[in-house]
Nanobody, 116 residues
Framework: QVQLVESGGGLVQPGGSLRLSCAFSGNTFNLYAMGWYRQAPGKQRELVASIRSGGRTNYADSVKGRFTISRDNTKSTVYLQMNSLQPDDTAVYYC??????????WGQGTQVTVSS
């Protein structure tokens, strides 16, 4: 069992920055990758960024160059640094963890609102 606890969401002005944190605990030995998804009202959940156990990262085209995903195993935390935020980035952001078996875990979600 893996538990994911997210924090860092909130309201930010366009062009601003925000850092999301996802603390993971439990049996993380078999985790293959972790990532951040987001879902806006009326839209499908989409992958924002992911990081594999070896450190390779992937980003959605819409956030590439603005968002950075990182993982600190010593702190058992995955981060999503979000810069140059735009109103279209407004969504509920979910932390995700995937095992090598493809079984996934989800955090509770944290609201990110980009508005003036």
């Amino acid at each position: 069992q893996v538990q994911l606890v997210e924090s860092g969401g909130g309201l930010v002005q366009p062009g601003g920055s925000l850092r999301l944190s996802c603390a993971f605990s439990g049996n993380t030995f078999n985790l293959y990758a972790m990532g951040w998804y987001r879902q806006a009202p009326g839209k499908q959940r989409e992958l924002v960024a992911s990081i594999r156990s070896g450190g390779r990262t992937n980003y959605a085209d819409s956030v590439k160059g603005r968002f950075t995903i990182s993982r600190d195993n010593t702190k058992s935390t995955v981060y999503l640094q979000m810069n140059s935020l735009q109103p279209d980035d407004t969504a509920v952001y979910y932390c995700n963890a995937a095992e090598v078996t493809a079984y996934t875990y989800w955090g509770q979600g944290t609201q990110v609102t980009v508005s003036s």
